[in-house]
């Protein structure tokens, strides 16, 4: 009886102190947004920092309640939140340096930066727990992963029309749309200069927005509601399965914490590499050199396009760095390829290096395992690699004696080729002049902005799958065969279908935004106007310099058509018609004449 009288005590009062910290750690994130966003007078400052202060000590109370509440119940609930101590930590050392101000080699963590940064992720780390709680709103994975990104534009909006995130003139309402839109749904198109528009706080507020929009904010808040909650539930595990379009409802939790993780590691490794290739010249100090890398890294791995630097890669500075533009090309590949053929592909080396290591020094035979690479990771990396080669070779042919001309070398002709056929694919920057482009390589580069990346990437379009699937069946046709073969597996006939319904509506989305632009942008010319739907469709971020150009009717079709490429047309459409009865029976069949 005792037991049941403190396990309900513990339940009432943490799930009080859980909504007490929700709602103080929001309305203090909104208060330091609004306080950073606005410019204020010394006085008013001066007091908003003792007021953050003092409501940062309030959170360090409740963080601390809560987790002596967890330690002394941890052996009945069965689980013990180590994220939640090392954030209380964190809450405990920042007090600790404000009051112990004395000790020079800490005296740097005193800086209200941060009680900001703790402030959000405490905020970030209760949303994400909340965010487990919405499949009992509605059970339509769908329909809340469109939701999540129409918020998130929403959310994104609100920030950018704050007056600190501009140097001069604050954006207008439709601007703000529009940027909020291509950030979330990784496009880079922008109607502003981001380098002479944007404030350091409006680029970071900008990479943020990127950076949720690649991952998917319900992607984003899983991996944080799962890491400080304890666990998922069983609908978790039903919704996320959706989601993220994992076969086992097992591999859920293992899934979800690779996309983040894996994400992270190749975004922190291109920073690297970036920032060692960059030049210093380029900076006026450290820390800018340092945001230069982070932003570009994320905004490749992301393939949102996006760049601080006036011009972007056709900066003089930027134009030649070969080993720069390498590897931003990585990235580029790496986040269109799919976190499914990342994992499959490092399952594949971690096998064959056991393998190998144990042949060597314990002689024992090889152990074979069949499939370790998916069927779909197989098409994709065979397709991926297919486009790659033929854009890289058509690419160095037609541009030869046009855009490549004014590199100096065959390395750099090579390598501004090889990136021209890699940024199409939803990456969106461009070491060359696209209005220099020759005829060929511009139709070429229409198709290859169309494909787009592959599926369960940070990239859009019809994507690799799609169009490998469609065209197997294309030869299947032609050779007389009923069905599509391939790596001795049959594709079922809904795939067949999918692929086509996917291919039919991206058509119908492009040919009617085109028709709607020629309407209300019609001056800015037919090529202009459908270079830029193709981008903005397949969320690449490439133009032909028109997008300022637009009327605020052109902005808000781009804004649609961007938001379609990056949700899919069909993914759309299946989140908002409720789903119909299954017929017991069915029709003769009749053959069309085609």
């Keep these: ?84 101590i090392f954030l209380l930590f964190y809450y405990l050392f920042v007090v600790f340096v404000h009051y112990a101000g004395y000790f020079k080699e800490i005296s740097e963590f005193q800086r209200e930066e941060w009680i900001y940064i703790g402030i959000f992720a405490l905020f970030l780390i209760e949303i994400s727990k909340q965010s487990l709680f919405f499949d009992k709103l509605f059970f339509n994975p769908t329909l809340l992963f469109v939701l999540s990104f129409i918020l998130l534009i929403f959310i994104g909006t609100i920030l950018l029309l704050l007056p600190n995130i501009t140097k001069d003139i604050p954006l207008t309402l439709v601007d703000a749309l529009f940027m909020a839109t291509s950030a979330v749904c990784i496009t880079g198109l922008s109607s502003v200069d981001i380098a002479g528009t944007f404030t350091p706080f409006g680029q970071t507020i900008l990479i943020i927005l990127v950076q949720i929009g690649g991952l998917g904010i319900m992607t984003f808040t899983g991996f944080f509601g799962y890491f400080f909650s304890g666990g998922f539930s069983y609908r978790n595990q039903l919704m996320y399965t959706e989601i993220l379009s994992e076969n086992k409802l097992a591999s859920v939790i293992k899934s979800l914490l690779k996309i983040v993780l894996v994400t992270f590691f190749f975004e922190a490794i291109g920073a690297v590499l970036i920032f060692l290739n960059s030049d210093s010249t380029l900076f006026t100090s450290f820390s800018d050199r340092v945001s230069f890398a982070i932003f570009h890294a994320i905004s490749s791995f992301c393939n949102a396009g996006f760049s601080t630097v006036p011009d972007g890669l056709l900066h003089p500075t930027l134009q030649n760095n070969f080993p720069l533009q390498l590897t931003m090309a990585s990235l580029f590949i790496l986040g269109g390829l799919g976190f499914g053929i990342v994992f499959n592909f490092y399952a594949l080396i971690k096998r064959w290096t056991i393998n190998i290591y144990k042949r060597v020094f314990f002689h024992k035979p090889f152990v074979y395992k069949a499939w370790v690479v998916s069927f779909n990771s197989r098409i994709i990396a065979i397709t991926t690699l297919f486009l790659l080669v033929i854009g890289t070779i058509s690419f160095f042919v ?134 830029e739907c193709v981008s903005a469709y397949g969320t690449v971020g490439l133009s032909l310099g028109i997008t300022a150009k637009l009327s605020s009717a052109g902005k808000m079709v781009l804004a649609c058509i961007m938001f379609i490429g990056r949700i899919g047309a069909l993914t759309l459409l299946v989140g908002l018609i409720s789903n119909t009865k299954m017929k017991t029976y069915s029709y003769p069949q009749e053959k069309v004449l085609f």
Aim: charged letters at 15%.
């Design 1 to 84: 009886m005792q037991f049941f009288r403190w396990r309900t005590f513990y339940k009432e009062y943490n799930r009080k102190i859980d909504h007490f910290i929700l709602y103080v750690s929001l309305l203090s994130s909104i208060a330091i947004i609004f306080n950073t966003g606005y410019d204020t007078q010394a006085f008013t400052q001066q007091a908003f920092q003792k007021g953050i202060f003092l409501i940062f000590q309030l959170l360090t109370s409740l963080l601390s309640v809560r987790n002596i509440l967890l330690l002394t119940h941890y052996r009945k609930e069965g689980k013990m939140k180590f994220a939640e």
């Design 398 to 531: 037609f541009e030869y004696y046009y855009t490549l001309d004014t590199k100096n070398s065959f390395w750099g002709k090579l390598t501004t080729a090889f990136f021209l056929s890699a940024t199409p694919r939803s990456a969106g920057l461009s070491p060359v002049n696209l209005n220099d482009l020759a005829s060929p390589s511009f139709v070429l580069m229409l198709f290859l902005m169309w494909v787009g990346a592959s599926p369960g990437s940070t990239g859009g379009g019809i994507k690799t799958t799609t169009f490998a699937i469609a065209t197997l069946n294309i030869v299947s046709l032609v050779r007389g065969k009923d069905r599509v073969e391939i790596f001795r597996r049959q594709v079922s006939a809904d795939s067949i279908q999918r692929a086509f319904a996917v291919i039919a509506l991206s058509v119908a989305a492009l040919s009617l935004s085109l028709l709607i632009l020629t309407i209300t942008d019609g001056a800015l010319g037919l090529k202009n106007l459908m270079f």
